[in-house]
C-alpha cells in the first residue's frame, strides 16, 4: 500500500515540518501488522512529495486466527484499508492532530496538495469514491483495473489508483483519509466499539456534519452496528448546541447596522437585479439566498420567469417564505418560486438549467479551502449562461465609522478580499472554467480605497 502527498507550496519542503518527517531521511516504524515506511522521492522548494509506504506482514494477520484459506489468500496486504488509518495515526500524528512545533502557522494554511492512493477497494464503483470525496472540494482522478488482462470479458475489478487533489490544510486531509478510507473496507480489521465514535467525531469535526453522505459513512465506519450509528449520527445532530441560524440573524444585523449609512444592501440588489435584465436572464438561481431580500424584488417583477433560492439554513428559508407570504401576489407570480434546502460546495443537479445565478455576498462567508468545491459546483457542475458574484471591498472598511480598524464587517466573514485579490480569483475562475468576467463596482467610489463592494459578472465563453 502507497500513499504520496505532494505539494508546490513555496517552500515546498515546508511538508516535512508539517508532517514531522525530514525529507533528507528514509525512516521506519513498526506496526503490530507489519512496518511504515516515510521517505521523499523528491524535495525541492519548487515541490516536494512524501510517501508513505505500508508493508504488511501476513503471517502476523493469521496469528489467533482460525487458519482458513481466506486468512492467507485476500488483498489484505495490498490494498489500502483501516490498516492504512492506523499507519496515518502512528506515523503521522502530529500532522493529523493539526499540531507543529516550528511553524505553527502553516499548521491552518490552506496549501495546493495531491494524494494519490494505491490501490482502493470499492465494490460500489467509482461513482462511490466521487460521492465520498468531490463534496470535499477534491477533484478526483481515478484508474480501474481490469479483473484480469488476460480476459477482459471479465471486466472490471473494484481496485482502482485515486488522486485527490485541492487546497486546504494538510490535517484535514489526513483527516479526510483517516476517516473515509475505512468506509471503503469492509474488513476492518480491529474491535469497533464506543471508542471509535469518539475517533469518528474528532476526525470528522468541521466536515461530516455537512457531507451528503453523512449516514453512510457513519454507518460503514462504525461497521454496520445500529446502536453505534445511531449514538454517532445522534452527537452530529445535537439539538442542544446554540442555534447556529440565530446566530447567524444576529451577525447579519450587525453588518446591516454597519452598511446602513450608505444603503447599501439596496444599492447591491438593484445593480444585480439590473444586471440580470441586462443579459436577458429570466430564470434565476439565488444561492445562499439568506432571508430572501433579492427574491422579494425578483418575485414581484413579471420579468422574471423561474426563481430558485438555496440556503443551506432551514430556518432562513422559513423566515424567507414568511416574508414572501405577505407580498400578496397572483397565483401566477407565485408559481415560479420554489425554495430549496442546500450547501453551495456540493453537486447539486437541483440547480442546473437556470439562465443565471446570482451569488450576492456570500463567498465571503466560505473558508478558503472550500472555494474550490464551489467553484466546481457552480461553474463546472450547475454551468449557468451567467453568474453574478458580489463581495465586500475591504480596502473600503476604513470609511466605515463604526467598524473597528482591522475588523471584518460581519463575525461570519471568513475572509473579505481587496479588489486586486478579488479580480485575481475571478479572472483565474474565469479560466478554469471558460467563463469570460466584467466588474463593477457598487456605492460611492473613493479614489483611495474603491467602493464599498465589487461584483463579477461572468459570462460563458461560446
Not at 481496485?159 to 479526510?176: A, C, D, I, M, W
Request: hydrophobic share 35%; glycine share 4%; charged share 25%.
Amino acid at each position: 500500500m502507497l500513499l504520496t502527498i505532494s505539494t508546490t507550496h513555496q517552500p515546498a519542503t515546508d511538508l516535512g515540518y508539517l508532517l514531522h518527517k525530514h525529507p533528507n531521511r528514509c525512516q521506519s516504524f513498526s506496526l503490530p501488522f507489519g512496518e511504515a515506511h516515510v521517505f521523499y522521492p523528491e524535495a525541492s522548494n519548487e515541490q516536494c512529495t512524501a510517501a508513505l509506504l505500508l508493508d504488511i506482514n501476513p503471517v502476523k494477520l493469521v496469528r489467533k486466527r482460525t487458519l482458513t484459506l481466506d486468512a492467507y489468500v485476500n488483498d489484505r496486504p495490498y490494498v489500502a484499508s483501516s490498516f492504512f488509518s492506523v499507519a496515518i495515526s502512528q506515523v503521522f500524528g502530529t500532522a493529523l492532530g493539526g499540531r507543529c512545533k516550528d511553524k505553527p502557522e502553516l499548521v491552518e494554511t490552506a496549501i495546493p496538495l495531491i494524494a494519490k492512493i494505491s490501490v482502493l477497494s470499492s465494490r460500489k464503483g467509482e461513482d462511490f469514491l466521487r460521492e465520498l470525496f468531490e463534496p470535499l472540494g477534491y477533484q478526483v482522478s481515478l484508474q480501474n483495473y481490469p479483473l484480469d488482462e488476460t480476459f477482459p470479458e471479465w471486466g472490471e475489478s473494484k481496485y482502482f489508483t485515486v488522486e485527490l487533489e485541492n487546497t486546504l490544510p494538510l490535517s484535514l486531509l489526513l483527516s479526510h483519509l483517516y476517516v473515509l478510507i475505512p468506509v471503503l473496507d469492509n474488513n476492518k480489521h480491529y474491535w469497533v466499539n464506543e471508542e471509535e465514535i469518539d475517533k469518528l467525531l474528532r476526525h470528522g469535526e468541521g466536515w461530516l456534519k455537512e457531507h451528503p453522505l453523512k449516514e453512510e459513512i457513519t454507518k460503514r465506519y462504525l461497521k454496520r452496528q445500529y446502536r453505534l450509528t445511531r449514538a454517532a449520527l445522534a452527537q452530529l445532530t445535537e439539538p442542544n448546541e446554540t442555534d447556529p441560524d440565530s446566530a447567524q440573524e444576529n451577525h447579519d444585523k450587525e453588518e446591516a447596522a454597519v452598511e446602513k449609512p450608505l444603503s447599501l444592501n439596496q444599492q447591491r440588489l438593484n445593480c444585480v437585479v439590473a444586471a440580470l435584465k441586462q443579459h436577458n436572464a429570466r430564470k434565476i438561481v439565488d444561492l445562499g439566498c439568506g432571508q430572501g431580500n433579492l427574491l422579494k424584488i425578483l418575485l414581484k417583477d413579471n420579468y422574471f420567469e423561474k426563481i430558485t433560492g438555496v440556503d443551506v439554513s432551514y430556518r432562513s428559508l422559513e423566515i424567507t417564505k414568511e416574508r414572501l407570504d405577505r407580498l400578496h401576489l397572483p397565483r401566477h407570480q407565485w408559481e415560479k418560486l420554489q425554495l430549496i434546502q442546500g450547501s453551495l460546495t456540493y453537486k447539486d443537479n437541483r440547480i442546473s438549467g437556470y439562465d443565471a445565478a446570482a451569488v450576492v455576498e456570500v463567498i465571503e462567508h466560505l473558508d478558503l479551502y472550500r472555494l474550490n468545491a464551489f467553484e466546481r459546483v457552480l461553474f463546472e457542475f450547475a454551468r449557468p449562461q451567467k453568474v453574478i458574484v458580489t463581495t465586500p471591498n475591504i480596502e473600503y472598511n476604513v470609511n466605515f465609522e463604526n467598524l473597528p480598524a482591522g475588523k471584518l464587517r460581519h463575525k461570519d466573514h471568513r475572509f473579505e478580499w481587496t479588489r486586486e485579490e478579488f479580480q485575481n480569483w475571478a479572472k483565474q475562475v474565469g479560466e478554469n472554467f471558460s467563463y469570460s468576467v466584467e466588474f463593477q463596482n457598487i456605492g460611492d467610489e473613493d479614489l483611495e480605497v474603491g467602493s464599498p463592494t465589487q461584483m463579477a459578472v461572468f459570462s460563458v465563453n461560446s
